[in-house]
């Protein structure tokens, strides 16, 4: 009643909406096999892991090595920002 009203305020016609098929309102989500999800991560962060101390014996020196840690803070937890800070030679990042 309230939607005809509104329509008809607006000068919409709603003729036929009756035999209109069902709209469905949520897309059903794909099944997700948690273990394979959990597999899947493990490997990336063991690849990751790796990587990285391979990568951090080739820095060459101070600023390639903090570049490289806040690269890989990024990647690993999903940082948009992150920051390094470095006093008396003690790194510290926040993340």
């Known amino acids: 009643m309230q939607v005809q009203k ?3 305020y607006l000068g919409i016609d709603l003729s036929g909406v009756e035999n209109a098929p069902p709209i ?3 897309v059903p989500l794909p099944k997700v096999d ?3 999800q959990r597999l899947s991560d493990e490997v990336r962060n063991m690849t ?3 990587e990285l101390g391979q990568s951090f014996g080739r820095q060459k020196d101070e600023a390639q090595l903090l570049k490289l840690v806040r690269q890989n803070a990024q990647v690993q937890f999903n940082l948009e920002e992150p920051a390094v800070f ?3 030679g003690i790194f510290f990042a926040r993340l």
């Open 34 to 36: 948690v273990a394979q």
């Open 6 to 8: 509104a329509a008809s």
């Open 86 to 88: 470095v006093l008396g």
């Open 48 to 50: 990751l892991a790796t």
């Open 24 to 26: 469905q309102a949520v």
